[in-house]
């Protein structure tokens, strides 16, 4: 008897060791915002997109190269690092700024949860932007893993829907049985209560995830920031539908 191929949802980095990851696929996903971020800058024709764990690596990195073609984009504590051109705003990531661009990027959590998972087979970027294109993507993948970033070292109700939701659709629409884990139960059955949340209230699922982002802790520090409208943006499924691939090697994130 065939084994089922699994399917693995981890609620923050910690929780699971990096060796554990070999010859298997992950998906990182931080909604809000890197992994929506970088969907969004690479959907608009960013030529790729580097990761740094570090302000000060990144700050590194940029020295000495021609900043034209180039653009420094992240956050800490959900504002634009001083001196850089972008922050964390997957609507800053535009055609008319980014496009052919090169992208050094650093974030309090997604950037940390992509080289969390950098012994992998395969590393992907994903959130509700690019959900039904990652699906699709993963359909033949075995071993699979769902890295949640979290907040600061907490588990993040946003990234656990976001999980959620793509075990729903990995395992939905007569796509081949898997063995779940019990996060990844969990996590499915979470955005399974939203979908009947949306349909009592009347909303689809994108309007009910918006609703339920803004009673997150990280949704609310958003909102007093004043980025309330990445809310209705990071719940809008396929709106970037891009695979964003990391190559630990180069370090480098691009599209698929």
């Not at 693995?8 to 890197?34: C, K, M, N």
Request: with cysteine; net charge negative; glycine share 8%.
């Amino acid at each position: 008897m065939t084994a089922l191929p699994d399917l693995s949802v981890h609620y923050l980095p910690q929780f699971v060791a990096e060796h554990d990851f070999v010859g298997g696929t992950v998906v990182v996903i931080d909604l809000l915002r890197a992994s929506t971020t970088i969907c969004h800058a690479l959907a608009a024709g960013a030529r790729e997109v580097t990761p740094f764990v570090e302000v000060d690596d990144l700050r590194r990195a940029a020295e000495g190269q021609d900043r034209c073609g180039l653009l420094l984009g992240g956050e800490r504590g959900g504002e634009r690092i001083d001196g850089f051109d972008l922050g964390n705003s997957p609507r800053d990531y535009t055609a008319e700024v980014v496009f052919d661009k090169r992208i050094l990027f650093t974030t309090s959590n997604g950037t940390r949860a992509l080289h969390h998972a950098r012994l992998a087979a395969k590393v992907v970027v994903g959130c509700l932007a690019n959900l039904s294109a990652l699906v699709e993507s993963l359909s033949h993948d075995v071993d699979l893993h769902l890295l949640c970033a979290g907040t600061n070292g907490h588990v993040s109700r946003e990234d656990i829907l976001a999980a959620g939701a793509i075990a729903y659709e990995v395992t939905n629409n007569d796509r081949p049985a898997r063995r779940l884990n019990d996060a990844a139960e969990s996590a499915r059955g979470e955005w399974q209560e939203l979908l009947n949340t949306a349909r009592s209230a009347g909303r689809n699922a994108d309007e009910q995830l918006a609703v339920d982002l803004r009673d997150t802790p990280h949704g609310k520090t958003l909102v007093n920031l004043g980025f309330e409208s990445d809310l209705a943006l990071c719940a809008t499924r396929d709106s970037a539908a891009v695979v964003p691939s990391y190559d630990a090697r180069s370090g480098k994130v691009r599209a698929v």
